[in-house]
């Protein structure tokens, strides 16, 4: 086939595929120009799935007479004129592309007047052009109505889902700018049914008590960290309050809600260690910085954005929440001091007791504690527990420089293959450091010489096999540290169906007190189970 240049309606409806890409695009763009409108009340209604009707209702700037026509034009925006403005944009608009994608795949008709004009103006706007404009009586604000979305665009029609999913799209998409933009009210209609008010009072609080609930609300923890131009605030959930998804983890970057895995993976790694595996936090999260210090223009839905110093954010938003965390539990936590490499510290919290003082009443099954403690009945997990008082012990040794170690008489000799031979090459010093001691004897051959002073026992070599291995996919220092602490509390802590004495099992608690984060192993599993008080009286037809 030759070379042509495509007839004007086959580039418009490819442009529009980018941008419109379901009918909760439609609501989000036309959402992001109320806002950008400056306007206090949205509402937004959407019928048969957003495919028979969306209207966006907004109370802001409207648009004056004599730019109307200009507003359906591609590439027509008064939100930036050069170059310089888009390096800080501060809109959330800026292309000049939403409202001729979204004619370009419907029928639109908008109402709007502003402040200045005596009369609003009505405009019909068919397969892109503006087909009927009248004089209509308007409040200040604008009204924009879509009809038959992709009508004109079967292609599109055939990968939309159910109803039920697209109009969870619409909502999530309401949600997220109702949450985004507290201080002004949204209203959203779904079929006729008011799925969602909110009151518009700039309290973040009151609109996650509306879309969540405010029994949600009040376990969250709030959260507002400045450190020079950047701001991090919103809520975060207890280490208590997990999902099994990443789907409740929300962020956003001066007000715009984004998918951004530099925010997801700093806000995972704080929480590293307080949850387990595969479970993820619940999080609302906006970060703000000057707009110069990012690039908003890498998406053509404006769902992802560019950080200049990406690193910085990751560092600052990592930081601050795990700081927010371990202030609320009032835990002392380990973490690498900026500027040195490998040592630890203790933050100055460490003395406050996370749990109550525990009474220890007996053993269950020779695994389990059974304690009382000030509201009800604990079980903890003996195995659990002293795995989390002996990995906070061998970490805090390493961080004094201070790992007590025994020789072996024996030493014990170890054959490994080329890649944990390399692990072992790479790391070895670090091992050393934490009282492992591998010296070469020979090709992929090392003599196993010391062992950290707490690993009792015998079987060492599965152990080292075992922490070797699990070096494999860790880089960063302080994980790899963590990595090796592990192994090592896993090896050395009684086990489950070890007999314990009466004052074994008090020494185990009382450390178990000190940890700081008593409540979970550092496999991030539970060491306690609690019975409350309450219940205990529930069960037993007590409560009233
Ligand atoms: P952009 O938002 O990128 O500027 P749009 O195509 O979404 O592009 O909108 C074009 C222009 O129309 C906007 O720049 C704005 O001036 C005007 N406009 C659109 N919607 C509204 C609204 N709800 N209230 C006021 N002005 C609006
Ligand atoms: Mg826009």
């Not at 026509?69 to 591609?74: I, P």
Request: aromatic share 6%; proline share 4%.
């Amino acid at each position: 086939m030759p070379i042509k240049v495509l007839p004007q309606e086959v580039i418009a409806k490819i442009a529009a595929g980018e941008i419109v890409e379901r009918p909760a695009s439609v609501v989000k763009e036309l959402i992001e120009n109320s806002l950008d409108a400056c306007a206090t009340e949205v509402l937004v209604e959407a019928q048969g799935s957003g495919l028979k009707l969306i209207r966006v209702s907004d109370n802001g700037s409207g648009i004056p007479k004599s730019q109307i026509n200009l507003a359906f034009e591609r590439y027509a925006t008064s939100k930036i004129s050069t170059l310089d403005d888009l390096q800080r944009i501060v809109t959330l608009g800026f292309r000049g592309e939403a409202l001729p994608s979204i004619a370009a795949v419907s029928q639109v008709e908008m109402v709007t007047k502003t402040e200045e004009d005596d009369t609003g103006t009505f405009v019909l706007v068919e397969n892109g052009a503006i087909i009927k404009k009248e004089t209509r009586s308007y409040r200040r604000g604008t009204s924009v109505t879509v009809r038959h979305l992709f009508r004109n665009f079967p292609a599109r029609l055939k990968f939309l889902k159910s109803a039920a999913t697209e109009n969870g799209h619409i909502a999530d998409t309401v949600y997220h700018y109702a949450l985004a933009f507290p201080e002004v009210k949204f209203r959203l209609l779904l079929e006729g049914h008011e799925v969602l008010s909110t009151p518009g009072n700039g309290e973040l609080q009151d609109v996650l008590s509306i879309i969540y609930s405010s029994d949600f609300v009040k376990q969250m923890i709030e959260i507002r960290e400045k450190q020079g131009s950047l701001l991090i605030s919103g809520f975060l959930s207890p280490p208590s309050l997990s999902r099994s998804t990443r789907s409740h983890m929300d962020f956003f970057v001066n007000r715009r809600w984004v998918h951004s895995n530099i925010l997801t993976r700093a806000t995972e790694e704080a929480y590293h260690g307080w949850l387990m595996s595969e479970r993820y936090p619940i999080v609302i999260l906006n970060l703000s910085l000057p707009p110069q210090e990012m690039d908003v223009n890498v998406h053509p839905a404006k769902a992802e954005v560019k950080f200049h110093d990406s690193h910085a954010i990751f560092t600052f938003v990592r930081h601050s929440v795990r700081r927010r965390l371990e202030t609320v539990s009032g835990a002392k936590m380990l973490y690498i001091q900026p500027g040195s490499s490998t040592r630890y510290l203790l933050t100055s919290q460490n003395d406050m007791p996370g749990i109550h003082i525990l009474r220890v009443i007996g053993q269950l099954a020779n695994t389990y504690i059974i304690a009382e403690g000030v509201n009800g009945l604990f079980l903890i997990d003996q195995h659990a527990a002293h795995e989390r008082v002996l990995f906070e012990r061998i970490l805090e040794q390493h961080s004094r420089q201070k790992v007590e170690i025994q020789g072996l008489l024996e030493p014990v000799c170890l054959e490994l293959d080329s890649k944990h031979d390399q692990l072992v090459k790479a790391h070895g010093k670090l091992l050393e450091q934490f009282g492992i001691k591998l010296e070469p004897f020979g090709i992929r051959v090392y003599l196993l010489r010391a062992v950290p002073a707490m690993m009792k026992g015998t079987s060492f070599i599965e152990t080292v096999h075992n922490l070797i291995e699990s070096l494999e996919s860790e880089t960063g220092l302080e994980r790899l540290a963590e990595r090796i602490a592990l192994a090592i509390a896993c090896h050395s802590a009684v086990k489950a169906g070890d007999n314990l004495s009466f004052e074994e099992m008090i020494g185990l608690i009382r450390q178990l007190e000190r940890t700081s984060q008593p409540q979970t192993c550092p496999h991030g599993r539970p060491t306690m189970v609690h019975l409350s008080s309450h219940e205990l009286e529930k069960e037993f037809g007590r409560a009233g």
